[in-house]
């Protein structure tokens, strides 16, 4: 069966930094578009980040632009996220998540756009 599973998650301090690891499973990892998205406490799904099946593309929320980097490592069957210049408002919980699509663009986001995604592992900022 698929399977996605997140880690790397923790405490960490505003302006700190934090790396993600998605590891998968029971799928062919290196043919699929994979995403980032998150979930706040008492707010709804936010996309993050989409890479495209390669690598070599990806796209990224505005809220997250240029301190979040999304990459992987196929031969691992591993998707990362780079988080730095956390900020508290990025506190919650991160999914890796396999888009029923192949398209790097993303504007809003719910489940339905996924057929599969992980546990979650928490990201608290927080000083």
């Known amino acids: 069966e698929v399977q996605l599973v997140e880690s790397g998650g923790g405490l960490v301090q505003p302006g700190g930094s934090l790396r993600l690891s998605c590891a998968a499973s029971?799928?062919?990892?290196?043919?699929?578009?994979m995403s980032w998205v998150r979930q706040a406490p008492g707010k709804g799904l936010e996309w993050v980040s989409t890479?495209?099946?390669?690598?070599?593309?990806?796209t990224a929320a505005d809220s997250v632009k240029g301190r979040f980097t999304i990459s992987r490592d196929n031969a691992k069957n591993t998707l990362y996220l780079q988080m730095n210049s956390l900020k508290p408002d990025d506190t919650a919980v991160y999914y890796c998540?396999?888009?029923?699509?192949?398209?790097?663009?993303?504007?809003?986001?719910?489940?339905?756009?996924?057929?599969?995604w992980g546990q979650g592992t928490q990201v608290t900022v927080s000083s």
């Open positions: 998540a396999r888009p029923r699509g192949r398209t790097l663009k993303v504007t809003t986001t719910t489940w339905k756009d996924y057929d599969y």
């Open positions: 029971g799928f062919t990892f290196s043919i699929y578009y």
């Open positions: 890479i495209n099946t390669g690598g070599g593309s990806t």
